[in-house]
């Protein structure tokens, strides 16, 4: 127990472990729509003391004030855990990331509506929490311009990052309808500020119609390596990933996946899609791929907007599994690390 400033009596439970009720009657397991709403029913935690000694933690950033276009995904965090479903073992990696790795689920940001300067503060600060434990954080979106406040945290530790940035636009905009802070200029100010290395940044699944030419042409002078939807359909996404991963090389490095980087056709639910993209299993492996290839620090799933969602909120399954995907690659990396 402890006291809050009006001398109530709070209870505070360290790491709550959604099955206890099950496994108190000798239960193995607990139905996936029952229990407290955790990320794949793990341990879930506020108390940043919690995250001594975890690998990874995620994080919810239900933040969606600067979309250009539909808005809903500030309900994206609770979707996605809502979509989720227990651990267990990886059918085709032929790993449990749950037993090579200790996560938590750290809950939300304390995010304010309509207040985007105290909510980056908040996710920056939540994140950063994270970070300084020691873990990677894995971060539920939110509109992408969550990828600042984010990925700044980590660079705050690590210094410039690395970036393998899936998306069907660049987010590379100086402004966006005369505004400096949207989900299309988050790329752009995270290399201004010094928190990306442009060298060691990447773009996987760009089409459509934005932005401009002279963005292309800024991102270029940068060094900066784009491969488009076409790029995968054409070579292939082992082919890709294979340039991405050489142009990216050794160093600490962020994903940053934004959902409409896939056809829209597998998730309806995002605020700007763009016919024509990846598929769900080309994107799933290249997670996984990265992640186990590169020194992943951090990570964000993005623009999921379970307001416009297909028959079965397909948008909020993929992106579940995106985040296993990445945790996956985390965990066969560790235990190719600890192998050798």
């Not at 229990?35 to 919810?60: C, F, H, K, Q, R």
């Not at 089409?207 to 940068?222: I, L, N, T």
């Amino acid at each position: 127990m402890t006291t809050d400033p009006l001398g109530l009596r709070v209870l505070v439970v360290a790491a709550l472990d959604p099955y206890r009720r099950w496994t108190s009657l000798g239960i193995e397991g607990k139905p996936d729509f029952a229990g407290l709403l955790s990320w794949a029913a793990l341990p879930y935690t506020e108390d940043p003391e919690d995250l001594a000694g975890v690998d990874a933690a995620i994080v919810g950033a239900p933040m969606d004030d600067l979309v250009s276009e539909r808005p809903g995904t500030r309900y994206g965090p609770r979707a996605i855990r809502a979509a989720s479903t227990q651990c267990g073992p990886h059918q085709e990696a032929k790993i449990d990331f749950s037993q090579v790795l200790q996560v938590v689920d750290f809950g939300d940001a304390p995010v304010v509506p309509r207040d985007v300067e105290r909510s980056h503060a908040a996710i920056e600060q939540t994140v950063g929490q994270v970070v300084h434990h020691g873990a990677v954080p894995m971060v539920l979106g939110g509109d992408h311009s969550i990828v600042e406040p984010d990925l700044r945290a980590c660079a705050k530790k690590f210094g410039p990052l690395g970036l393998v940035h899936f998306d069907a636009h660049t987010d590379t905009s100086r402004e966006v309808m005369g505004l400096e802070m949207t989900h299309g200029t988050g790329m752009f100010r995270l290399i201004e500020q010094g928190a990306i290395d442009p060298n060691r940044y990447v773009q996987i699944g760009l089409r459509g119609y934005w932005p401009p030419d002279d963005v292309f042409g800024w991102q270029a002078s940068r060094g900066i390596r784009s491969w488009y939807a076409h790029d995968v359909r054409d070579s292939g996404i082992k082919a890709v990933m294979e340039l991405s991963l050489a142009a990216v090389g050794p160093g600490p490095v962020f994903l940053s996946i934004d959902v409409d980087c896939l056809d829209p056709a597998f998730v309806p639910g995002t605020g700007t899609p763009e016919p024509g993209g990846l598929l769900p299993r080309e994107l799933l492996w290249a997670c996984r791929t990265a992640a186990a290839s590169l020194d992943v620090v951090g990570a964000d799933i993005v623009e999921v907007a379970p307001l416009h969602p297909g028959p079965l909120d397909t948008t909020s399954l993929v992106a579940d599994r995106l985040v296993r995907e990445v945790l996956t690659g985390i965990a066969l990396r560790r235990q190719q690390e600890q192998g050798a």
